[in-house]
């Protein structure tokens, strides 16, 4: 089993609609947890963080861990062409633990 | 801001060639971070450098792959010799002193696109 897994898609949606990638994972010591938007021919940039459990919220963003089932999520309201991107779910121990990404999902918004 | 800078941007070579990848991080940060992104694939860390010493370099090929930090700011990742498997994108990313916190926020470079032949 990898340690954090994703949906690769591709995803395909209207714009406008609401948009909902997860990642599973499972190693129990991860603490952070982290989205990265990664446009083609471009390096990661990040999007949202969370720390343990929870919500979060950022405008049109909103990311969700459930450490109990070990699974988290981003969604995307009013969903917009320009976010067609590779969203990373990527997530961290503590101290010096490096940071493991997941395989990443391919969006695409059609106008 | 400036970001980070790496170059080359594109690379290609044939199997058992050598081939050097440049960095240059945001001014001030003292983490910085190579990553290799197979294609399909998240980026995987292949060394992480806390100034010029490193931190974890337990997933990097060390028969073939070597890389350094010197004065701690720009580092260098050399791959000698490169084979098939070896293509990919190649990420640099920096961050601000972890001091034993996350590293959440990192910034990445656009990266070195890596085709061997």
């Known amino acids: 089993q990898k340690e954090v897994e994703q949906d690769p898609g591709p995803l395909s949606v209207p714009e406008g609609a609401i948009v909902s990638l997860n990642c599973t994972y499972s190693?129990?010591?991860?603490?952070?947890f982290m989205w990265y938007r990664q446009y083609s021919r471009k390096g990661p940039e990040l999007l949202m963080y969370?720390?343990?459990?929870g919500n979060k919220e950022d405008g049109r963003f909103t990311a969700q861990v459930d450490k109990s089932s070990k699974y988290i999520s981003l969604f995307i309201r009013d969903s917009q062409p320009s976010d067609s991107a590779t969203y990373l779910c990527a997530m961290e121990g503590t101290s010096y633990d490096k940071v493991i990404f997941g395989p990443g999902t391919s969006l695409s918004v059609i106008p | 801001e400036a970001g980070v800078a790496q170059s080359p941007r594109y690379k290609i070579i044939e199997k058992r060639q050598s081939v050097a990848f440049w960095c240059n991080p945001i001014?001030?940060?003292?983490?910085l971070y190579w990553y290799q992104q197979i294609l399909g694939q998240g980026p995987k860390l292949l060394i992480q450098f806390q100034n010029n010493g490193v931190v974890d370099d337990s997933q990097l090929p060390k028969d073939r792959f070597s890389a350094e930090r010197l004065k701690g700011v720009d580092s260098t990742l050399k791959i000698q010799p490169a084979k098939l498997e070896d293509s990919a994108v190649y990420l640099c990313?920096?961050?601000?002193?972890?001091?034993?916190?996350?590293?959440?926020?990192?910034?990445f470079g656009p990266g070195t696109r890596l085709t061997v032949t």
């Open positions: 969370t720390y343990s459990s």
């Open positions: 001014s001030g940060h003292a983490t």
């Open positions: 990313a920096s961050s601000l002193d972890r001091v034993g916190g996350p590293s959440y926020e990192q910034y």
């Open positions: 190693n129990s010591a991860f603490q952070y």
